[in-house]
């Protein structure tokens, strides 16, 4: 491990146990925490200013140069280059949208739309990284738990991966709680050939029987536990700030489930921080959907902290236990964050100590609405991804963003991934609606573009038109 510039390294300051950059590990082998990849940056080439980043889309022949995330690889560089297994994602969007300001009340606010790529969400800026690291330590099969976006990002990658390995595909295995899964991303994990378990249950059923079994059979996990996925996510900020001719913005604010991507963000601004090669940190804003907001109520309810990493874990226990008492299970319509142990929790807390960060929350009718709003600027976001922009128009509200503040809100996966929600949202009104939604809270469709029904006949048609 001497002579390698890259190296993992437990989460948790008071242990700080280090292993090989081959090694898989999902948690330290000495006080069980999550871990992190770290770097020994003086050994590592790094370029003097981030536009120096700018160099390599010039030779996007190049498959590496052409990634939205290996473009970076400095800032990644745990994998020699005849190792990365890549399919062109990043290749993604950050716009302004004048009806998401004026419906959130920031003058400027943009969207990160990783809806663009190839498993049409941002799982694929992970999942790169994950699976290149299972190549790298000789991988046959690769699993997941999912409530949809992870297996569909780890399936496409496994059914890719022949080119890269030798004819070689990755044998993909899905674990996934019944009726938890958005069809359209369920009809992706099918299509790709990824083997799918159904258990009864929900998402953190489904993570306890993908670990135990990862572990029985030895099978590489890839949900966000692995370190190799934050990696990857880590690219998403470095897109951003290259969107933004490297400035900082002054808020990231990004939908909260297993809260990987929080605990990525945090990570990638530390480390730019920590190399000069940004001058000031954003603040951060978590969103949880109000079903389910295990994040939300631990850390404005019961004030628990990072602290330095001396975070209260008997709190957390504690807080587990009463709910599995109350039984109460997440329940939420943005079903890629219907989740209530989250993996990341110690790393997200992390983040948001690191970059004065907030959590906040928003109601399924919120997020839908801001879905609508979202999607008059031609930007069509699965449900989870809109629980962004809800919580800035809450956090603008109650004046904890600032209306002339620089607000970059992250939409998370595309419109497609959850079709139906879309169409019921648009179509059905009041007790229709209530039928079909019910369960999650939702009775109004306020913003909805509803279809006109007329007879099929030319008069009505052009007085349909002319109303």
């Given at each position: 491990m001497k002579n390698e510039t890259a190296f993992q390294r437990c989460a948790n300051p008071a242990c700080g146990a280090t292993y090989g950059i081959r090694e898989v590990l999902t948690a330290c082998q000495r006080c069980g925490a999550l871990v992190d990849i770290a770097y020994d940056w003086e050994r590592t080439p790094l370029p003097w200013k981030l536009s120096d980043f700018e160099r390599k889309w010039a030779t996007r022949n190049n498959p590496l140069h052409f990634s939205g995330v290996w473009r970076f690889k400095e800032l990644l560089n745990f994998a020699p280059d005849n190792q990365v297994v890549t399919i062109g994602e990043g290749q993604t969007l950050l716009r302004g949208e004048p009806d998401v300001a004026a419906y959130t009340g920031v003058k400027s606010i943009r969207l990160q739309y990783e809806g663009l790529n190839p498993s049409g969400s941002f799982k694929d800026n992970g999942m790169t990284a994950g699976f290149t690291h299972a190549r790298m330590v000789g991988a046959k099969k690769v699993a997941c738990a999912s409530t949809g976006n992870t297996s569909a990002s780890m399936a496409a990658y496994a059914s890719a991966s022949a080119e890269v390995n030798e004819g070689r595909k990755l044998e993909a295995v899905v674990f996934v709680g019944s009726g938890r899964i958005a069809?359209?991303?369920?009809?992706?994990?099918?299509?790709?050939?990824?083997?799918?378990?159904?258990?009864?249950?929900?998402?953190?059923?489904?993570?306890?029987?993908?670990?135990?079994?990862?572990?029985?059979?030895?099978?590489?996990?890839?949900?966000?536990?692995?370190?190799?996925?934050?990696?990857?996510?880590?690219?998403?900020?470095?897109?951003?700030?290259?969107?933004?001719?490297?400035?900082?913005?002054?808020?990231?604010?990004?939908?909260?489930?297993n809260l990987g991507n929080s605990s990525a963000f945090g990570k990638a601004f530390k480390e730019l921080h920590d190399l000069g090669l940004v001058s000031r940190l954003p603040r951060l804003a978590v969103i949880n959907a109000a079903g389910a907001n295990t994040l939300y109520r631990l850390y404005n309810t019961e004030k628990l902290r990072w602290n330095g990493g001396h975070y209260d874990r008997a709190k957390v226990e504690a807080f587990y236990a009463q709910m599995d008492a109350e039984h109460r299970d997440a329940n939420t319509l943005a079903s890629a964050i219907e989740i209530n142990r989250p993996v990341n929790l110690s790393k997200c807390l992390r983040a948001l100590e690191w970059l004065n960060g907030v959590v906040g929350e928003a109601t399924d009718q919120e997020i839908l609405d801001a879905k609508a709003i979202v999607g008059r600027g031609g930007i069509g976001c699965e449900p989870t991804s809109a629980a962004s922009v809800a919580g800035v128009k809450r956090l603008v509200a109650d004046g904890t963003i600032g209306r002339d503040e620089r607000v970059v809100c992250v939409i998370t996966g595309h419109q497609l991934k959850a079709a139906q929600t879309t169409v019921q949202y648009h179509s059905l009104t009041g007790s229709k609606l209530r039928k079909e939604l019910g369960e999650f809270g939702v009775g109004s469709n306020p913003y909805a573009n509803k279809p006109i029904q007329v007879p099929n006949e030319l008069p009505a048609i052009l007085k349909a038109l002319e109303s």
């Open positions: 069809m359209g991303k369920l009809s992706q994990a099918l299509d790709y050939g990824a083997r799918t378990i159904q258990i009864k249950g929900y998402f953190d059923d489904a993570m306890r029987r993908v670990t135990e079994v990862s572990q029985s059979l030895g099978i590489y996990l890839l949900n966000s536990v692995n370190p190799f996925r934050l990696e990857g996510q880590k690219a998403i900020m470095y897109r951003v700030l290259e969107a933004l001719n490297w400035e900082v913005p002054d808020w990231i604010v990004v939908p909260g489930g």
